[in-house]
């Protein structure tokens, strides 16, 4: 949404300076002609912060999938669409996509197109489905296209948890390790340090290394912690550059376990957000642009960034896609294939369906694998400890004797 300030000619002649709230300098102008002006001239005033802190407002995704669902149901049914919306927000349980929607029909009422209100909230409604709603306003398709967004983001949000319970467990069991360690070598071993002390012998060197390693880290905790910090800090900013993204999304598909099952994720949301685009009749082009934003990996982004620079060439999409090396040889001649007999959407929506039920399976394997393994891990990482603080015991008259 923007302000923008207006000089127009009416019935009598008289001119009329004014400004007007609307989604873009057409909307403006079709405003106005309504009224029965005559538009002199038009423009934006480049200080609109109220707009501007609307929308920043986030609004969760299943609030959206809701939204989509009974917008596209009062809309099949005839209701008009300021209405629905209408209704809609005064019964949104939520206050920011109350508002969201609040300032939604105010833009409608003033001019602007379905789409053009709610691109002014690219914080809660992306591109793709700003671009999917627009395709619906020019097929006259609305409901049903608001229907398939609201699957496409329910597929979407059943996908991001099952990726996040299989990340949790082992997430919450790291955490434990690290912080049963720190206590082992902040507050217990130097206990055991005192009593070895006594002996006035040399100690083991594992033991030796751990009691250096503890006293180090009590000396230097809050440093050590400041470095940590940094280093996160640094590492952070360092990944949003482009080559760090490149590099550590790369790092991310090579990791063992969690590398393939990450690959076939990036792969089920690029398969489906591009099926449900071409369906819904947006330009290829147009597609692929939005798919390369919404795929959640810098080489996925990259290899279809070079794909669309290809077709505009006059290459087909699976050849570029294919040199990429980051698309399996099955995805690539699945995509091959719908391109030739012209159901790629079909095809794309096959290629999700697959990769959908090889991340649930590849997900409860992973589950039932990790598990033993970071209990070993964790046995391993505090045996360790214990063993190298008993050493001396083990070996007490020796050292006794010494």
Known sequence: MGLFRYVARGPGGHHEVSSIEAQSEHAV???LRKRGLVI???SEEADRAPDVKRSRRKVKKSELVVFSRQLATMVDAGLPLVQSINTLGEHAERAGLRIVLQDIERSIEQGASFSE????????FSQLFVSMVRAGEASGNL???LERLAVHLEASLALKRKVRSAMMYPIMVSIMAFIITSVLLLKVIPVFGSIYDSFGSDLPVPTQMLLDLSYFLR?????????LVVGVFVLRRYIKT??????YHRFKLGVPILGPLLRKVAISRFSRTLSVLVKSGVPILNALEI???TAGNKLVERAVS???IEIKQGDNIAHPLAASKVFPPMVIKMISVGEDSGKLETMLSKISDFYDSEIEAAVNGLTSLIEPLLIAFLGVVVGTVVICMFLPIFRLSTIVQM
């Open 29 to 31: 102008v079709a405003a």
């Open 40 to 42: 002199l001239s038009v």
């Open 306 to 308: 070079q794909a669309i």
């Open 219 to 227: 000396a230097y905790f809050p440093f050590a912690i400041g470095a």
């Open 117 to 124: 209100a709610i691109a002014g909230h690219p914080r809660v």
């Open 242 to 247: 482009e080559s760090g993204a490149i590099l």
């Open 143 to 145: 409901a049903e296209i």
């Open 291 to 293: 798919v390369s934003k």
